[in-house]
C-alpha cells in the first residue's frame, strides 16, 4: 500500500517536499533494499536520521504500517552493518548508549557532578571566561542545552512503597524514567501523590533500569533486550494491577516488550500492564479535585508528546484530566501533535530541523495565548523550555497534585 | 539522443541544482503512484517551480526526446504518473499557492500543486467551499485532480472536477503556454478546450495553473447512517431515494469487509455486524434538509435498514466522511496486495452490479471488499490478495475480466474517477467502440505527434 496519506502529516516531507524525506519514501528504499536494488549505503543511513520518529504517519496510515517497527529495525541494520563509523560518533554512542544509559547508578552520579558544575557557579564562571568554547563542537551544542539537574532525584523523594490513606483500589508499579529522574523528578513526585490520592499502593523501586527505549531508536536492540529483561525482573508484572510511565517516550517503547522478547511470557503481560498515567486515571475514574492549583483561573493549553499521542494513541485522556482541573481554562494549541523537533537526540544529531520545528512550536505556543504548557514528556519539556525561557511547563499530573494539596 | 541523467546539468540551470534528483534513493521513491505493483525506476526527477520553468523543462526534454512524466503527490489509482523506465519526471509539488480567491465571481486560482484539500480551505475562509472531495484530498494536488478529472464522495448532487474547472494554464508538449478557457460563467468561443484536457491524465499538456469554480456553503447539513442485513436492500434504498426525487450530496456504500477495516482504523463506532452501511447526506437550506433527511430514514427504513443513526454535530459529519474516505486504504490491512476497481454503471443496474460481483467473489474464492459511490453508480470493488501469489493473481484477473464485460454489458464505463493510465489500457477500445477509440488516438497525435507526454497512458 502506497495511497501517501502519510505524507501531510510527516515533518520533514512537509520542510522538504522530497518524497525520499516522507514515510512513503523510506518504506520504498527499505524496500529497495531488502530487494537487493539499492545498497544499505550512507545515503539511507542518512535518511533514516533524517527521520524523526514522531510516528505521526503511524496515526494517519489507515492501513495500519507498523513503521516504528520498521524505523528500528531499519537503524538496527544500519548499525549492524557498520556503515556511520568515526571516532567521535563511536564514543558518543558508547559513552550514552553502553554506559550512561545502561548503568542507572553511573547516570545519576553523572547527574550529581552536573548538578554541581551547575549550581556551584562553575558552570556560570566557565561561561564568563569563555571556557566553554574550548570544549569540542558537539559538546559545546550540548553544554546549554543540557536540563537543570533537579535538586534531588526519585530515590530521594519517593518511598520504596507508598499507600493511601483509605482503602487500597490498586497496586501499581512506578517507573521513574532516566531524564525525567535527573531533570524533573519532582513530576515523578506528584505522579506519586495523585496515584495515591487515588487508592494506589505505589511501588518505586529506588534504582530502577533505562527502559531500553533510546537503545532500540538508535539501532542497539541487544541493548534495548537487556533493559527489558531487567525491568521484568525488577517489577514482574503479575504483581502489579497496572506498571505506570508518565514520559511519553518511554512509554511507547514500554508497551512492545513482547517484540523484542517472544519467547519471554511476562513481557505480554507486561506489555498489556503498561499505562501511561493519564490513561490510567481515566481508566480508574480520577478523583476530581475540589479546589483549584491557582488562586486566579490561568489559560492552559496542551502539546502532545509525539510518542504519546501517535506511539500510544494517547490522546484525549490528558485534555481530560486537564478539564477536571478547577480554575483552568484550556485552549487548544494550534498543530498540537506536530513533532517540536526533540524526538530523542535529534535535537543534537539534526540541529537545523529541530530548530525549524522548534519554531513552528512556539510560535503556535505564542498565539495560544497561554500561560502554562501543559506537556507530558521530558524531551519535549526541554526542547519547548530552552527555546522559551520565560514560558512555564508542567506535566498535567503536577496541577492536579497542586490540586490536591490545595484541598488540605 | 542524450540520456536523461546527461542533461542533468542543462535541468540544474533552469531550476536550480537542488531540485534536478538523480541518485537512486532520491530516484526510487518517485517509481510509483497509488496504484499496486506498477512500478519504474525514472532517471532524472526535476522539481520546478514556476509555468516558465516547466516550459523550458519540456522544451529540453523535447529537444533530448526525453518523454515527461508529470506527478503531483503520487496519489494516482491508475499508474498515471508511473514514468516508464528511464524516463524523466516533472513533479509540481513546488507549485503551490492558491493565488486568488474571488468571492464577487466565485472562482478561486490556484497553481497546480496546491493541495486539494487546502484549496478548499481558502475557499471556505470565504463562506465558499470546492466540491470534488477524492479520498485522497488532504494531499492530491488540483492539478493532479484535473489531469485525472478525479471525482469523490459528492458526485451525486455536485458532480466531478470537469464540472468546477473554468480555466487553466497549460505548457504544451512543444513548451508553448497556452491559457485556456476564462472567468465567465458562458463561454462558446471556439471549441471548449480546457475540456480537453481534464482528464487528459498528462497525455496532451501539462497543466500548471487552475481557475476553478467555487460556491456558497450550504447553510445546513445533515449526515445519516443506515444500517442493512444485506447488499441488495441497501443498493434498493438509494434507487428509491432517487425515485423519491431527492438527490442528496452524498450516498456512500460499504460492505462488511470495508466497515470492519475502516472501524479498525478510525474507531468511530460503526456497526461492524451489519452486512452494509449507507452513509447519506444532504445539505441545503435548513428546512430541505430536515425533511430530506426525515425522507430518507424513512425510505430506508422500509427497505430493510435496521437502524437508521443521524450524526449528533458537524463534527460526527466530518468524522464519519473522512472515515469514509479511508476505506480503500484501511482494506490494505487485510492482505498484502489492494487491487482496486473502479467500474461505473447507471443507477438502475446498482443492485444486480453489487449481487454480481459477490457471487463472482464466491465463484473464484476471493476476497473482495466492496464500496462506493452509490449516488452516481460508482463501486469500488477491491481484491485483497497477494501479488506473489501467481496462481491466486490469476484469478483475480479473470475475476477483473468478468466485471468489466458485465459492466460494458449493462452500458457502464471501466473507470468513474480514477483513469485509464496503465491500469486500464486493455480494455478502452472495447469500451469505446474503434471510431470513437481512433478519434481519441488522433486528438493525441495531432496535439503530440512525437509522443513526447506520459508515453504508455491510455494508449499503447
Not at chain 2, 133 to 143: A, F, L, N, V, Y
Not at chain 2, 334 to 340: C, E, F, G, S, Y
Request: proline residues 6%; aromatic residues 6%.
Amino acid at each position: 500500500m502506497h495511497c501517501g496519506m502519510c505524507l501531510p502529516t510527516c515533518p520533514t516531507y512537509d520542510a522538504t517536499l522530497r518524497e525520499r524525506h516522507s514515510p512513503r519514501g523510506r518504506i520504498s528504499l527499505m524496500r529497495a533494499i531488502a530487494e537487493d536494488e539499492l545498497p544499505l549505503d550512507q545515503a539511507f543511513a542518512d535518511e533514516m536520521d533524517y527521520c524523526l520518529g514522531c510516528l505521526a504517519c503511524q496515526s494517519a496510515c489507515p492501513a495500519g504500517v507498523d513503521y516504528a517497527e520498521l524505523f528500528e529495525t531499519s537503524r538496527a541494520e544500519i548499525e549492524s552493518a557498520g556503515i556511520q563509523k568515526g571516532v567521535v560518533r563511536g564514543f558518543w554512542r558508547w559513552l550514552t548508549l553502553e554506559q550512561l544509559f545502561m548503568k542507572p547508578r553511573l547516570l545519576r552520579f553523572v547527574g550529581k557532578g552536573l548538578r554541581f558544575y551547575q549550581v556551584s557557579g562553575v558552570e556560570s564562571l566557565l561561561r564568563w571566561i569563555g571556557l566553554v568554547k574550548l570544549l569540542p563542537k558537539n559538546f559545546r551544542r550540548l553544554e546549554p542545552q543540557a536540563p537543570r539537574m533537579s535538586v534531588r532525584f526519585s530515590n530521594e523523594l519517593i518511598e520504596e512503597v507508598e499507600s493511601p490513606v483509605g482503602e487500597k483500589k490498586h497496586r501499581v508499579a512506578m517507573l521513574t524514567g532516566c531524564v525525567q529522574d535527573l531533570a524533573y523528578a519532582e513530576i515523578n513526585r506528584d505522579t506519586v501523590d495523585v496515584l495515591v490520592a487515588n487508592g494506589c499502593e505505589v511501588h518505586t523501586p529506588p534504582v530502577q533500569p533505562c527502559c531500553g527505549s533510546i537503545h532500540a531508536h538508535n539501532g542497539e536492540e541487544e541493548m534495548a533486550r537487556e533493559n527489558a529483561r531487567r525491568l521484568l525482573d525488577l517489577l514482574p508484572p503479575d504483581s502489579f494491577d497496572a506498571i505506570i510511565s508518565n514520559a511519553g517516550g518511554c512509554g511507547s517503547h514500554l508497551r512492545h516488550f513482547a517484540k523484542l522478547l517472544p519467547n519471554d511470557e511476562r513481557a505480554k503481560e507486561w506489555d498489556a500492564k503498561v499505562r501511561d498515567v493519564h490513561e490510567f486515571l481515566t481508566e480508574v475514574k480520577v478523583r476530581p479535585p475540589t479546589e483549584a492549583p491557582f488562586e486566579r483561573e490561568v489559560k492552559v493549553t496542551y502539546h502532545d508528546s509525539c510518542h504519546l499521542a501517535h506511539g500510544q494513541k494517547v490522546v484525549l485522556q490528558p485534555r481530560a484530566v486537564i478539564d477536571l482541573i478547577p480554575g483552568l481554562m484550556r485552549v487548544d494549541l494550534a498543530e498540537s501533535d506536530w513533532c517540536c523537533g526533540s524526538a530523542g537526540v535529534y535535537s543534537l544529531t539534526q540541529p537545523e530541523q529541530s530548530g525549524l520545528l522548534l519554531e513552528r512550536k512556539a510560535g503556535h505556543i505564542r498565539t495560544s495565548q497561554a500561560e502554562i504548557l501543559l506537556t507530558a514528556n521530558p524531551g519535549c519539556h526541554l526542547q519547548i523550555q530552552n527555546a522559551m525561557p520565560e514560558l512555564r511547563i508542567l506535566h498535567p499530573v503536577s496541577l492536579l497534585a497542586k490540586a490536591y494539596r490545595n484541598e488540605c | 539522443m542524450k540520456e536523461p541523467g546527461q542533461i542533468a546539468e542543462e535541468f540544474h540551470e533552469i531550476v536550480g541544482a537542488g531540485n534536478v534528483l538523480t541518485e537512486p534513493a532520491d530516484l526510487i521513491p518517485y517509481g510509483f503512484d497509488g496504484t499496486a505493483a506498477l512500478r519504474a525506476r525514472p532517471s532524472v526527477v526535476v522539481l520546478p517551480g514556476s509555468t516558465a520553468e516547466v516550459a523550458a523543462c519540456v522544451r529540453l526534454a523535447a529537444e533530448n526526446d526525453i518523454p515527461v512524466t508529470t506527478r503531483g503527490s503520487g496519489t494516482g489509482l491508475s499508474g498515471g504518473s508511473v514514468p516508464p523506465p528511464g524516463g524523466l519526471v516533472l513533479c509540481l509539488v513546488r507549485m503551490n499557492r492558491v493565488i486568488e480567491v474571488d468571492a464577487r465571481n466565485l472562482t478561486l486560482r490556484a497553481e497546480c500543486g496546491a493541495i486539494t484539500a487546502k484549496v478548499d480551505e481558502a475557499a471556505r475562509e470565504h463562506g465558499l467551499f470546492y466540491p470534488p472531495d477524492p479520498g485522497s484530498m488532504k494531499i492530491s494536488t488540483i492539478g493532479g485532480n484535473v489531469a485525472e478529472n478525479s471525482g469523490g464522495l459528492r458526485g451525486l448532487k455536485y458532480g466531478v472536477t470537469r464540472d468546477y474547472v473554468m480555466g487553466m494554464e497549460v505548457v504544451l508538449p512543444d513548451g508553448k503556454i497556452a491559457r485556456l478557457g476564462n472567468g465567465c460563467v458562458k463561454d462558446v468561443a471556439g471549441y471548449s478546450m480546457k475540456d480537453l484536457f481534464v482528464g487528459s491524465e498528462g497525455s496532451l499538456g501539462i497543466i500548471t495553473e487552475v481557475l476553478l469554480k467555487v460556491l456558497p456553503v450550504p447553510e445546513a447539513r445533515r449526515t445519516l447512517l443506515a444500517a442493512f442485513p444485506n447488499l441488495e436492500d441497501a443498493a434498493e434504498t438509494v434507487s428509491a431515494i432517487i425515485a423519491a426525487k431527492i438527490i442528496p450530496c452524498t450516498l456512500e456504500f460499504l460492505d462488511q469487509m470495508t466497515i470492519r477495516c475502516v472501524e479498525d482504523f478510525a474507531g468511530i463506532g460503526l456497526p461492524t455486524d451489519c452486512a452494509a452501511l449507507l452513509l447519506m447526506e444532504t445539505d441545503g437550506h435548513p428546512a430541505a434538509v430536515a425533511d430530506e433527511a426525515e425522507k430518507m430514514a424513512q425510505i430506508a427504513g422500509e427497505h430493510g435498514a435496521v437502524e437508521v443513526t443521524t450524526a449528533k454535530d458537524e463534527e460526527e459529519s466530518l468524522r464519519l466522511a473522512s472515515a469514509r474516505r479511508s476505506a480503500f486504504s484501511a482494506l490494505a490491512r487485510v492482505r498484502p496486495t489492494t487491487i482496486l476497481e473502479d467500474v461505473t454503471v447507471p443507477r438502475t443496474h446498482l443492485a444486480e452490479m453489487v449481487s454480481f460481483i459477490a457471487e463472482l467473489a464466491e465463484k473464484h474464492q476471493l476476497t473482495v471488499g466492496t464500496f462506493g459511490h452509490m449516488g452516481d453508480g460508482n463501486l469500488h470493488p477491491t481484491f485483497l490478495t497477494d501479488e506473489r501469489d501467481k496462481e491466486e493473481m490469476e484469478r483475480v484477473h479473470l475475476a477483473l475480466d468478468a466485471i468489466v464485460e458485465k459492466t460494458l454489458e449493462l452500458g457502464g464505463t471501466i473507470t468513474g474517477e480514477h483513469g485509464i493510465g496503465m491500469a486500464k489500457k486493455a480494455w478502452l477500445r472495447q469500451q469505446l467502440g474503434e471510431a470513437s477509440y481512433d478519434l481519441m488516438k488522433l486528438v493525441k497525435t495531432a496535439l503530440d505527434p512525437k509522443g513526447q507526454l506520459n508515453p504508455g497512458k491510455i494508449f499503447d
